[in-house]
């Protein structure tokens, strides 16, 4: 009757600790599955996304004074996740043109006319990658995730390797 009793309080003990350990690996498996879907739809729905950060970097009225002229984006990617929401981001270096708006103070600066470098940054919600066209200039995506690193977190896929992507 004793070792009857001695381990159902160890059965009751150790089954708690047997299902937060099998949550936790089920939870971070949930995770790991959404960002490698994540990874391998920016490439699918890079095209349309990367329309969408035109029209909506150019609407943004940022710079002021300036007018969104062109927009380059580079090939690699780096993935991250907000430390808070934990909601996974794309970040793709852009190279933009801009031109003066006609009859502001900008028309008469020399360096409007150069590119500037910087970071599109791209959201995943329900399955879709989008954008607000918030650029991170001045910054490539690996130092906007340096520079940002206490709200985000670079994120890792077994299959980015596999798909070329860059972590």
Same mark, same amino acid.
């Given at each position: 009757m004793l070792v009857f009793v001695i381990g159902l309080v160890a059965g009751l003990i150790g089954l708690p600790v047997v299902v937060i350990h099998v949550g936790r690996r089920w939870r971070r498996a949930q995770r790991q599955a959404l960002v490698d879907r994540a990874q391998r739809e920016f490439p699918l729905q890079r095209q349309r996304v990367e329309s969408q950060f035109r029209q909506?970097?150019?609407? %943004?009225?940022? $710079?002021?004074?300036?007018?969104?002229? *062109?927009? @380059?984006?580079? *090939? *690699?990617?780096?993935?991250?996740?907000? +430390?808070? =929401?934990?909601?996974?981001?794309?970040?793709? %270096?852009?190279? !933009? %043109?801009? *031109?003066? !708006?006609?009859? %502001?103070?900008?028309e008469e600066v020399e360096a409007v006319g150069n590119l500037r470098a910087g970071s599109a940054v791209f959201?995943?919600? @329900?399955? +879709?990658?989008?954008?607000?066209?918030?650029?991170?200039?001045?910054?490539? $995506?690996?130092? =906007?995730l340096q520079h940002f690193q206490n709200q985000w977190e670079p994120v890792r896929s077994s299959s980015a390797a596999d798909s070329g992507l860059r972590r």
């Open positions: 909506q970097a150019a609407s %943004s009225g940022r $710079p002021r004074g300036l007018v969104w002229k *062109e927009v @380059e984006f580079a *090939e *690699e990617v780096r993935f991250a996740s907000n +430390r808070q =929401s934990g909601q996974l981001i794309a970040l793709v %270096s852009i190279a !933009v %043109s801009f *031109e003066a !708006v006609a009859g %502001s103070e900008m959201y995943f919600e @329900e399955n +879709r990658w989008l954008t607000r066209g918030r650029a991170i200039f001045n910054l490539d $995506p690996r130092q =906007s």
